[in-house]
């Protein structure tokens, strides 16, 4: 279980965000924006801020995973 996932079942939402934030920058400047892994991290994000209320960014989020997706076939 990740550190986001534990802050997340805690209630921390702020918290449980800023990691897999922090995680997508980190590899879209390594991997470049259209890496499955970057989708990967996008849906993390995505959870994270569905949970904090924040759902207009997790719908952004969740589209673009799935058009990295569609596009790598991961």
């Keep these: 279980m990740s550190l986001a996932r534990v802050y997340r079942a805690e209630g921390q939402a702020a918290e449980a965000a800023a990691l897999p934030r922090r995680a997508l920058a980190i590899r879209e400047a390594a991997l470049g924006p259209d890496?499955?892994?970057v989708g990967t991290v996008m849906e993390r994000l995505g959870e994270?801020?569905?949970d904090a209320g924040h759902t207009v960014e997790a719908v952004a989020l969740a589209a673009l995973a799935a058009s990295i997706r569609?596009?790598?076939n991961r």
């Design 35 to 37: 890496h499955p892994d």
């Design 48 to 50: 994270a801020l569905r």
């Design 70 to 72: 569609a596009v790598t």
